[in-house]
Structures are given as C-alpha cells and as structure tokens.
C-alpha cells in the first residue's frame, strides 16, 4: 500500500496529547484562502526554491532535463511551467536552495519512522497524528496506516477537514482513535467564497463524526473580517452543545507565517492585507464563546 506524503515530523507536542509523530499526508480539494501549508494541495510533489540561499553555481540548470532553470544576468528564473518534478536539480544543488517537497512511501515505510519512537508513546501517552493536506484524499493509504497502527497499540488521531466521501468517513470514525475536524464555515456562500467548495458534503460528514465518534475535537481557524462573525461564533457554540462527543474547540487565530512559503513554492498568496489578531482580540473571541454557553473551548 503507497500513498503520497510530504513530511514527518517526530517529538511532536501540539498535534494531540503526549509526544506523537505527524505524518502529513500531501493534496487536499479545498483551497482555503488562509492555508497555511499550500505545499500540501497538490497531489503531486512540488519544487521549493530558497532564493536566498542560492549561490547561483549554475548546477540545477545542467542538472535539469527541461530547461526549467535559466541563470542569466543576475536573476535566476525557475520556469515553473517546465518543472516534472523529478528532483534532479535539489539533489545536485550544493546548499540546499532546491527540495522537492511530497514523496511516495508505503506503510512499511512510514511504520518504520513510527516504531523509532514507540517507547516515547508509551511514556508520555503519544502516539501518532495523520495531518495534510487531507488524510481522506488517500482513504485506502489512510486506513491501512491507521490498522498497522492499531495492531501495535499506537494511539492515533487524524486531522481532516471532512470534504470526502461517506464511505472514507465511515472508515476514519472506525480506525481513529481522536479525530480533529476543521469548522470554518456553515454557510454555503461563504464556503464557496473561502474553502473553494460548497460545504453541504463537509456538514454532513461532521454530523455522521459527532454523532458517532466519541473523542473529537473541533478545529476552528478564526480570519478576521473573513469568518470572525457573532453568527459564526454562535454556529461554533451551537455544535458545541449539540454534540457531547465534541470534547474540545480549538480556536486557531490567523497567522501569516506561511507568506514565505507563498513565494518558496511560485505560489500565488490569495490572503494579504489581514491583520493579524493580538492576544486581547484572540480573548475576546474565547470570553464571547463562553457568554454564549460554549466552556469547551481554547486558543489553539
Ligand atoms: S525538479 Fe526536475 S524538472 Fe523540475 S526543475 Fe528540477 S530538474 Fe527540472
Ligand atoms: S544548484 Fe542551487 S545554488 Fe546552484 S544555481 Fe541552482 S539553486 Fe542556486
């Protein structure tokens, strides 16, 4: 069983409790106008260019078999329309200034990584967290990750943003052990506007996890003067309320630390301008949570 990943990450401490390994799976079908790991929505690996760390040695243009590279004057241009992604270039530039991010592995592979770490699960009550991208653009890759998990007694948790099919769903609320699903938005203007997809499927997959999953916790990003509305905040205390197995929220205030990534990967920043929100505002958004009944939340 292969699937398509872009990063794991050991001794992780924010992605679930204990110490926890996260793999991230890469492609996701939303386009959140806030993404903050855009190198994940391609299916396919992507090229990263450090610009500032290129010393302009001229190896990648040798190295490239489409002319993807053009060192001229002073400017190094990547024609990114050229690029297949094959790698040739990263692995003879000398510092590191080119990656090519997203790789095929199998579940042997990943469990490999996993195991290294088994006696600190154990310890500290870890285990491993399934993160994109979206883990249910791969629903066979996922599932057969989650049971190798399962039969060595790896807690896991999976994060999703539930736009997938019933069936993959179905699968998830079985084989995880936490699941942290996104809420951003419950209207469909709205969902069109900033997800990039209509959110019917999204509501109904998070009902059918609520209902039947027992350990969830809802993840909800927080834009200012995107979805940072009293009628959002009600929606947020109204699910809270509605469904006991929701054992947390988790307000994520925006942050543009991925505007450097925006640039590394040729990739249009579909978000600027936004303030970022200061400690009083990000309170102020968890004291209205608790003025409208909601006690389960906390700043993510
Ligand atoms: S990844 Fe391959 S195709 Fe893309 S720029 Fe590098 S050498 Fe050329
Ligand atoms: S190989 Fe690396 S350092 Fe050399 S020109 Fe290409 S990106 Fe720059």
Redo the contacts with the bound molecule.
Sequence with gaps: MTGTIFDIQRFSLHDGPGIRTTVFFKGCPLRCLWCHNPESVSPQ?V?AFYRDRCVRCGA?AK???????ELRDDAHL???D??????????VCPVRA?E?VGRNATVADVMAVVARDSAYYAESGGGVTVSGGEPLMQPAFLAALLQACRSKGYHTCVETAGFAQGKAVEALVELADCIFLDYKTGEAEAARNWIGQPCDRILRNLALICNRHTHVHLRCPIVPSVNDTDAHFQAIADLAARYPNIRQVELLPYHDTAKAKYERFGLPNPLTGIAVPDTEVKERWLARLAQLGCRKAVLG
């Design positions: 690996p090229l990648c190295a490239c078999p489409n002319g993807a590279h990547l024609h990114r050229r690029c297949r992604a094959c790698g040739a270039c990263a692995a080119l090519l």
